[in-house]
């Protein structure tokens, strides 16, 4: 028999931005009664998040804390005429860290899992089961909206956690190894070292294309690994996913594709990086500001939420050029001469544009000098004028 489940606040979809938000407003408010609802079996999907330690301010630091499974203080990047090391702090966390934290964060009761929903409003969830949970106010966190409304590339990848037979003597992450065969777009290999003999390894793409050729790239990685002198005992976990890169499009109706009076978060609402496609920093701000909201109500959810990923697309305009410049501008198998470029600028620069918070002079350095793509090109990418 269908039941009505009443509380403050429902947020559906328990991945990063969900799970975030939960966390924070029970943090700032322990007396609201939360339900975060997710359709499958396990929070946060099979997934590994990592983020510098300046993407996320000081003040919001604590929110993550909890969260971080490894953790290095450089990381290295690698290109045909280019290899640096950095220091910047670099963080990883794990999905199934994430449910393990988030659960044991929140009251018993609060997390829903396995719970398919049928429709959602601005103060009501109606789930597949045919139980209604009825709130205050609703947050949409499942994910994106119609992309058709976004001029997009990709990021796409596919990583193995390796468990290797012997040490891979690998001492921080590589961020980026782009000395690898160029193909399908600008191609590196992503490495994060989590123990002497095992290593997560990353085939990833910037791409024309979202579809994933998961047994090409896993034959990649196979071959990465034996270049490398690795002997792979067993793949312990496995990921796979398509990241937009937007170039442009009509936000408002992308936020209307996801309802138009419910207020959303995450993927649904925007909030990534428009060159990486990276959506960690963003969760965590905007769970900050959820958690902060003068009002839980539905519509005062909704236009806190729109005007904050409305005033971010639009500031975000520098980036979506850039990705015009990569994707418009330079030929498939020379994309990685602007990374090389941009790696070779200033680390307090680099960690300004991954937080996506570059500044005037940031951005003036960043345009500055020979472009790695043809002058016509890059004028024509930009202006859309052919």
């Known amino acids: 028999m269908s039941a009505t489940i009443s509380c403050d606040l429902a947020i559906v979809g328990g991945g990063l931005a969900g799970g975030l938000i939960a966390l924070a407003v029970q943090r700032k408010h322990p007396e609201m009664r939360l339900r975060l609802i997710e359709g499958s079996a396990h929070l946060g999907g099979n997934h590994l998040w990592s983020f510098f330690a300046s993407d996320v301010a000081p003040a919001d630091r604590w929110l993550v804390a909890p969260l971080i499974c490894h953790q290095w203080t450089r990381y290295d990047v690698a290109f045909p005429g280019h290899a640096r090391t950095l220091n910047a702090f670099y963080h990883s966390i794990d999905s199934r860290h994430f449910e393990r934290v988030v659960t044991s964060a929140l009251p018993e009761g609060t997390v829903l899992t396995g719970r398919k929903l049928l429709a959602a409003s601005s103060t009501a969830v109606v789930l597949a089961d045919g139980d209604r949970v009825q709130a205050r106010g609703v947050i949409d966190c499942r994910g994106a909206g119609d992309l058709a409304t976004l001029d997009l590339g990709w990021q796409k990848f596919l990583g193995r956690e390796l468990v290797l037979a012997g040490p891979h003597g690998v001492e921080r992450p590589i961020v980026m190894d782009a000395t690898v065969a160029q193909s399908d777009g600008y191609r590196f290999v992503y490495c994060l070292p989590f123990a002497p003999e095992r290593i997560f390894v990353e085939d990833t793409y910037y791409s024309d294309a979202p579809e994933i ?5 896993g034959a990649r990685i196979d071959a990465y690994a034996a270049a490398r002198g690795w002997t792979i005992a067993k793949a312990a976990r496995e990921e796979s996913g ?12 992308y936020w209307r594709s996801g309802g138009h009076n419910v207020a959303k978060a995450g993927m649904r609402a925007g909030l990534f990086h428009p060159l990486t496609g990276y959506s960690l920093p963003d969760a965590v701000r905007t769970a900050a500001l959820v958690a902060g909201a003068a009002s839980f ?5 909704h236009d806190l939420l729109h005007a904050h990923a409305r005033r971010l697309w639009r500031e975000r305009g520098f980036y979506r050029m850039l990705a015009k410049l990569l994707f418009k501008a330079a030929e498939p198998e020379e994309r990685y001469r602007i990374l090389e470029r941009f790696y070779r600028l200033d680390e307090g620069l680099i960690g300004r544009f991954y937080a996506a918070k570059s500044n005037l002079g940031d951005k003036i350095r960043v345009m500055t000098g020979k472009p790695p793509v043809p002058i016509g090109r890059a004028v024509r990418a930009i202006t859309g004028v052919e």
């Open 213 to 217: 050729d998961a047994a090409s790239l």
């Open 242 to 253: 398509a990241l937009p890169v937007a170039m442009g499009g009509d936000f408002e109706s």
């Open 297 to 301: 109500e539905g519509q005062a959810l």
